[in-house]
């Protein structure tokens, strides 16, 4: 089974601008979440999708949404981008209490 | 307010020698905890779960432990490799029908050859 593949990799963003990550789970798992990982925080919950609804959000601005498509696809975004939004993005896929996480997108705000 | 705590930032052991890696938590509605292992600019991998129905769940050299009554969970990985070395994150599910996950901070862990 093919893993959780997220793009792109790496992205540079300037201020102001904003960001689409997309993330694909694992063939036959409908949960998605998205986590964001700073040094200073750790790994931090963005938000979960399931079935196209969003399930669960965490405490995150408004700047911060996400989708998700029939075929369990999702994607977050990212707008007015700030310094502060610099991280690695992490989506996992899940199915019961397991979630499988992809490699990451390593977005730098410049 | 921080629910899932790795008060160690760090751990050093030797090769073949036992990695005991500790986690605290304080709330009573997690049901499913979970470790992972993680290297730099990588996803976290799934190692090991237990059910906080469990106490004690073992997976070929990974064994984790579960004291509710403690609200204490610790991971035992034996014997420890050198590819073992890594920084491994607690997490906790809240029963009720999201796959939240809250982690701790993780502890990077040192296995000298």
């Known amino acids: 089974k093919a893993g959780v593949t997220q793009t792109p990799r790496y992205l540079i963003k300037t201020r102001g601008q904003q960001v689409t990550l997309s993330c694909s789970p694992i063939?036959?798992?409908?949960?998605v979440s998205w986590y964001q990982q700073t040094p200073g925080q750790g790994l931090q919950f963005l938000f979960e999708?399931?079935?196209?609804?969003?399930?669960n959000k965490g405490n995150f601005p408004g700047r911060f949404s996400g989708r998700q498509f029939s075929n369990s696809r999702s994607e977050m975004n990212v707008s007015t981008l700030e310094l502060g939004d610099s991280a690695l993005y992490l989506c996992?896929?899940?199915?019961?209490?397991?979630?499988?996480f992809g490699q990451g997108t390593r977005l730098t705000v410049v | 307010d921080q629910q899932v705590k790795q008060n160690s930032p760090s751990l050093s052991v030797q090769e073949g020698r036992i990695s005991i890696l500790n986690c605290d938590y304080t709330?009573?509605?997690?049901?499913?905890f979970l470790w992972y292992k993680k290297y730099p600019a990588e996803g976290p991998t799934f190692l090991i779960s237990?059910?906080?129905?469990?106490d004690k769940n073992e997976d070929g050299r990974f064994t984790v432990f579960l004291n509710k009554s403690a609200k204490h969970l610790s991971l035992h990985i034996v014997p420890s490799q050198p590819g073992d070395s890594a920084v491994y994150f607690c997490?906790?599910?809240?029963?009720?029908?999201?796959?939240?996950?809250?982690f701790g901070k993780g502890t990077k862990l040192t296995v000298n050859p």
């Open positions: 999708y399931f079935s196209e609804t969003q399930r």
């Open positions: 996992a896929s899940s199915i019961g209490p397991h979630a499988f």
């Open positions: 237990i059910s906080s129905i469990k």
């Open positions: 997490a906790a599910r809240t029963q009720g029908g999201s796959e939240k996950l809250v």
């Open positions: 063939s036959g798992h409908r949960s």
């Open positions: 709330n009573s509605m997690f049901d499913y």
